[in-house]
């Protein structure tokens, strides 16, 4: 029996531990060769030893194929280490999943510049180093002739889609990768990439320790969205986020036009608040930002 994933390439980023595991796991089980990469951090951004070599021993116990990768993916020069090495090992590169992240949760007041600036270049950098690489090489594809059914499954989260209290950074980082997600939608459409993005509830390292978790999801849970929009069947779905809870899968709303009043004029500062009164009348409540 065939498998989704036959004959595919992939690159999964954060893949030694938590969602990043199970998504390398699905993907090798459903016939992909899989990059794991780890850089090897705790939850705070410390750096400690990478489980990525078991993750690669798992995969090949299952008869797949599988490399370790240890490059920091906020780096740029790594990050392109990274695709030249799925290139290089594999013969090509055909779907990259941008999982890594980690923590640092402060409320508003609390958080300093270094944990602003680390969590943004873990999540956000960490997205765009990989993605820019491997864009790079399906755009020569293509002008070769060579195009290929390209995917990207990047991570957002419900912090960065609805908020969440006490992780103004981390909802900032990932609010900017949903955002990414649709802009490299629009821009690799046209060399046969599809780009979406997932946002997970699962029982992981990261969530432990800031939420209840008893009743909270499998990592492995999410994975097979993920094989799915790696798979060529999914061709037609780009731009996209899925919040992923377990078995239940939606798809989210992202922003969008609501009611509008036009002036035909510049508006006059004291006429204001009618207006935006009878907006805030007509469209629909914000969701309760999470922790609230």
Known sequence: MSKILDGRVAIVTGAGRGIGRAHALELARQGAKVVVND????????????????????????????????AD????????????????????????????????????????????????????????????????????ESKADRQRAARVINTTSGAGLQGSIGQVVYSAAKGGIATMTLVAAAELGRVGVTVNAIAPVAKTRMTEGAFDTSQMALPEDNSPVVAWLASEEAGHVTGRVFEIDGGKLTLED????????????????????????????????????YGT
């Open 73 to 140: 993916v906020a780096d740029f020069e790594q990050a392109g280490a990274m695709v030249q090495q799925a290139i290089d090992t594999f013969g090509g590169l055909d779907i990259l999943v941008n999982n890594a992240g980690f923590v640092r949760d402060r409320m508003l007041v609390n958080a300093t510049e270094e944990e602003w600036d680390a969590v943004i270049r873990v999540h956000l950098k960490g997205h765009f180093a990989p993605l820019r690489h491997a864009a790079a090489y399906w755009r020569a």
């Open 39 to 70: 850089f090897g951090v705790s939850n705070n951004g410390e750096k400690e030893d990478s489980p990525a070599h078991q993750v690669v021993a798992e995969i090949e116990a299952m008869g797949g194929q599988a490399v370790v990768n240890g």
């Open 254 to 289: 992202a922003w969008r036009h609501g009611a509008s009043r036009d002036a035909g004029r510049r508006w006059e500062a004291a006429e204001l608040g009618e207006v935006v009164d009878a907006l805030l009348a007509e469209g629909a409540t914000p969701e309760p930002v």
